[in-house]
C-alpha cells in the first residue's frame, strides 16, 4: 500500500542547515503529482504544527516559524519531496513528518525523522 519514507533528519547546530526528503508511493490511482505534500513538525509538549506544503499546480505555504528559512520542492520524476531548512533555531527541534493529502481517504503520513538543533 502506499508508503511515505522520510531521510535526512540528524542533529545540527543552532545556524546551520539540513535538507529533508520523503520518497513517496502513493499507488497507481493518482499521480503523484495530484497529491498535496507537505511537511509537518511535532515537538515535545506542543501541537502539530504544518512547516510547508506544496500543492498543484507546485503553490507552496509555509507556516509562520518557518518563512523565509525552509524552502520545499518536489521531483515529480523521482515521487520525492523535499524540505530544505536553513538558519536553524533550537525551537525547530522535532520529529518531522511527511504527508501526503489528496482528500479525507487518501491522506498517508510517514513515520517521521528526528530533527534536533543543539549546541
Known amino acids: 500500500q502506499e508508503q511515505l519514507v522520510e531521510s535526512g533528519g540528524g542533529l545540527v547546530q543552532p545556524g546551520g542547515s539540513l535538507r529533508l526528503s520523503c520518497v513517496a508511493s502513493?499507488?497507481?490511482?493518482?499521480?503523484?503529482?495530484?497529491?498535496?505534500m507537505a511537511w509537518y513538525r511535532r515537538a515535545p509538549g506542543k501541537e502539530r504544527e504544518l512547516v510547508a506544503s506544496?500543492?498543484?499546480?507546485?503553490?507552496?505555504n509555509y507556516g509562520d516559524p518557518v518563512k523565509g528559512r525552509f524552502s520545499i520542492s518536489k521531483d515529480n520524476a523521482k515521487n520525492t519531496v523535499y524540505l530544505q531548512m536553513n538558519s536553524l533555531k533550537p525551537e525547530d527541534t522535532a520529529v518531522y513528518y511527511c504527508?501526503?493529502?489528496?482528500?479525507?481517504?487518501?491522506?498517508?503520513w510517514g513515520p517521521g525523522t528526528q530533527v534536533t538543533v543543539s549546541t
Open positions: 502513493v499507488g497507481s490511482s493518482y499521480a503523484f503529482s495530484a497529491y498535496t
Open positions: 504527508n501526503a493529502y489528496l482528500n479525507p481517504a487518501l491522506d498517508f
Open positions: 506544496i500543492s498543484r499546480p507546485d503553490r507552496t
